[in-house]
């Protein structure tokens, strides 16, 4: 009897292995069941995640607020003399984006500039639960425009891409994620390659041949060569090269323009 | 065990994992809460239990962090291994110490790495940062294990108890 309900039990955990495993393959992927399945369970568990984000982030900014409260009058003496500096750059920054709209427009250029779109503010309502996956959810969904394969952006840098979405909220594959990868361009000697994430270390900019010029502290941007992100959108700084004479590409560590850990807010590019 | 209580626990372990820990990383590493509770209801509650958290707590982590389905895989094996050591070979629920914990969190990564490298088709890291990540991992499972441990048992086993 004992006997016959461990093999019972273990031919139930193999059922279970092989149905997950079948699950895994995008034409299981994809079966209506189990996209429903993932679309309740996501509207089960938002609004509670909602909630806990909100009441989190209002509990740590009370505390924060009050040890804050003391340097705030100093602080914004020197805040407001560096806006006025600051007003003054963006009327010069002003005149180039106009005098560059007009050069584009005697070329017949069309801008991929993600400044050129409309952008989305959203919240980051919850992190990824597994230490392999880098991704987010936040507070914006179809009810807002969002669709699939929309560029993440926030003021320093590429965040990611739309992954999933549902009403009210989607989730964001981020760049660090081990299975995202984004064209890219080095700012200063144009060289294109693929950066690839990795969810624990740094990412990896890949295809860049042997003899191409990269050095450590060159900027990377994205290229636009791709339907998903608009070009010009900084994604790191390299952090090391690595080339051998018998390699045909050079290894190149990429430390991520944002960080990610500590992002709150982003906007999507609605394109 | 009431099933219902045990759902609603699973799911505030993941609201907690995904709201929460992720502002209390070490070295950028998260404690996995959610196997902690399968390993918790397979010593408390048995193998059946066991297989069932894990089933339920992996498949909600999974669709919460990606496309690909492996924390099923792995928490469904931790949980039926689990109570199978417990039944059969330790017998007592003391046997499994925290130790113990830190030794299934290495055991379940190196299961959800090797499982993405088949269905992703490229290691999520290199080795170094892989077996750095691993070992933070579950030193971090273990530490924080005694302060869930008392009152996950509790809730599991409210009905006995009263």
């Given at each position: 009897m004992l006997y016959r309900r461990k093999r019972a039990n273990l031919i139930g955990i193999f059922i279970i292995l092989v149905v997950v495993i079948l699950l895994n393959?995008?034409?299981?992927?994809?079966?209506?069941?189990?996209?429903?399945?993932?679309?309740?369970?996501i509207?089960?568990?938002?609004?509670?995640?909602?909630?806990?984000?909100?009441?989190?982030?209002?509990?740590?900014?009370f505390f924060v607020n009050i040890a804050l409260l003391r340097s705030a009058q100093k602080e914004n003496k020197s805040l407001q003399a560096e806006l006025s500096l600051y007003k003054a750059k963006v009327n010069s920054f002003n005149e180039l984006v106009k005098d560059n709209e007009q050069l584009r427009e005697y070329l017949k250029y069309r801008s991929s500039s993600p400044f050129s779109y409309r952008l989305l503010n959203a919240e980051v309502i919850a992190r990824s639960a597994s230490n392999w996956f880098s991704s987010f959810e936040i507070n914006r969904g179809q009810d807002d425009g969002i669709k699939g394969d929309m560029a993440v952006i926030s003021a320093d840098g590429l965040v990611g891409r739309i992954a999933e979405v549902s009403k009210s909220s989607s989730k964001v594959l981020l760049i660090t994620d081990p299975s995202s990868a984004v064209s890219v361009v080095n700012q200063r000697s144009r060289h294109v390659g693929i950066i690839i994430g990795s969810s624990i270390g740094p990412l990896l900019m890949k295809?860049?041949?042997?003899?191409?010029?990269?050095?450590?502290?060159?900027?990377?941007?994205?290229?636009?060569?791709?339907?998903?992100?608009?070009?010009?959108?900084?994604?790191g700084t390299v952090t090391s090269v690595n080339k051998k004479d018998y390699d045909l590409f050079q290894k190149i560590s990429v430390s991520p323009a944002v960080n990610l850990s500590k992002l709150e807010s982003v906007f999507v590019v609605v394109r | 065990m009431n099933w219902l209580r045990l759902f609603v626990l699973i799911l505030f372990a993941l609201i907690v994992q995904t709201v929460l820990m992720p502002h209390f990383k070490v070295f950028g590493v998260v404690p996995d809460?959610?196997?902690?509770?399968?390993?918790?209801?397979?010593?408390?509650?048995?193998?059946?239990?066991?297989?069932?958290?894990?089933v339920v707590a992996g498949f909600m982590q999974d669709i919460l962090s990606s496309t690909v389905y492996v924390h099923i895989i792995s928490k469904?094996?931790?949980?039926?291994?689990?109570?199978?050591i417990?039944?059969?070979?330790?017998?007592?629920?003391e046997a499994i110490s925290t130790v113990t914990v830190s030794i299934v969190s290495f055991i379940s990564a190196v299961i959800d790495i090797s499982f993405l490298?088949?269905?992703?088709?490229?290691?999520?890291?290199?080795?170094?940062?892989?077996?750095a990540t691993i070992i933070i991992y579950s030193l971090y499972n273990m530490a924080i294990t005694p302060l869930i441990y008392p009152a996950a048992k509790k809730i599991m086993l409210y009905d006995e108890e009263k």
């Open positions: 393959f995008s034409i299981f992927n994809t079966t209506p069941l189990l996209r429903f399945s993932r679309a309740v369970s509207r089960l568990i938002y609004p509670v995640q909602y909630a806990a984000n909100s009441l989190y982030v209002a509990t740590r900014d295809y860049v041949s042997s003899n191409a010029d990269m050095q450590p502290g060159d900027i990377i941007v994205t290229s636009g060569m791709s339907e998903v992100f608009p070009r010009g959108i900084a994604v | 809460l959610l196997l902690i509770l399968v390993v918790i209801s397979a010593i408390v509650l048995g193998r059946r239990y066991g297989i069932a958290v894990g469904a094996l931790i949980g039926y291994s689990i109570g199978f417990k039944e059969n070979i330790l017998g007592a629920e490298y088949f269905f992703i088709g490229k290691p999520v890291s290199t080795i170094f940062y892989m077996l």
